[in-house]
């Protein structure tokens, strides 16, 4: 279960990018959203949504939304979540924003994740707005009903109470060590 | 036909690859049992050669047979039709390896 509760406060993190610099959470103050991803390489339902998330920084980014994902699986168990791969994965997918390695699983352990993909979407205080998956199809985007994530930034962006802001993160568990 | 179904708890998708499984078995007229294999632990998955979760072996062949396996407990995917990754395997794929394996055996 999620050590964040709806309403709380981001916890910060720095953590070592694939774009060779280190992200913390301070630089993301100011936007008008943050969603953290807790992601990876190797599992199946992240691979199956990626090309969404890509989407939705494309859709969103003009709108002051930062997407985040961090990669905190051993990848002693599983060598395609390195760091190396990570790269790959990123210049592959053509990811447009920040791929981190949360290489201690720190970030993980405090935010409470337990699967991948998992979002945490806070606003531009960095409260916790919305938390779970992304949207309620992994198998087919074009069967999708429910658009979680879309529907919370849209919500947060104008304002207005949002209808759903828990869901169960459906995916692969974290990898800890 | 012998049919079984490998699957990890910690992959949500499994029920849902169990049904499809069931669903295309019944329209193709397969009513042999299921032999439904839950694996808990990487040692099982080394002994069973588990590729990930959900695996599905129709007379021992894998009904998406990986080119490089590797054994662990992890969550499968699979690349459909359209070329897009899923972890459910399509009823295409399941359909035409049942049917395979119909005309293996006839």
């Known amino acids: ?177 | 036909m012998k049919v079984r179904f490998f699957y990890s708890e910690d992959c949500p998708s499994h029920d849902e690859a169990l049904e499809r499984l069931r669903k295309v078995m019944g329209e193709e007229g397969i009513r042999d049992e299921i032999e439904v294999v839950r694996v808990d632990s990487s040692e099982d998955a080394e002994k069973l050669k588990f590729i990930g979760s959900p695996t599905l072996l129709i007379n021992g062949r894998d009904i998406d047979p990986p080119t490089n396996p590797y054994y662990a407990l992890t969550c499968r995917a699979y690349r459909l039709e359209d070329g897009r990754i899923s972890p459910l395997p399509s009823e295409t794929m399941i359909r035409k390896a049942i049917r395979k394996a119909a005309a293996e055996g006839s």
């Not at chain 1, 990018?17 to 199946?44: M, Q």
């Open chain 1, 1 to 177: 279960m999620a050590n964040l509760k709806i309403g709380d406060k981001a916890i910060s993190f720095k953590l070592p990018g694939v774009d060779d610099k280190v992200h913390s959470l301070d630089e993301y103050a100011g936007k008008n959203g943050l969603a953290v991803i807790f992601s990876c390489n190797h599992c199946p339902y992240v691979r199956a949504w990626e090309d969404r998330m890509v989407q939705i920084q494309a859709d969103y980014a003009g709108k002051g939304i930062q997407l985040v994902a961090i990669n905190a699986n051993d990848d002693t168990k599983y060598p395609d979540d390195s760091f190396p791969k990570m790269k790959e994965r990123s210049r592959e997918k053509k990811f447009n924003y920040p791929y981190l390695r949360d290489e201690t699983q720190e970030v993980a352990r405090a935010y409470g994740a337990e699967r991948t993909p998992e979002v945490f979407l806070f606003d531009k205080g960095l409260t916790l707005h919305y938390h779970g998956a992304i949207d309620d199809n992994y198998d087919n985007p074009s069967a999708v009903k429910e658009h979680y994530l879309r529907g919370a930034l849209d919500a947060m962006l104008s304002g207005k109470p949002l209808s759903t802001s828990e869901t169960k993160p459906v995916g692969c568990t974290v990898k800890w060590k």
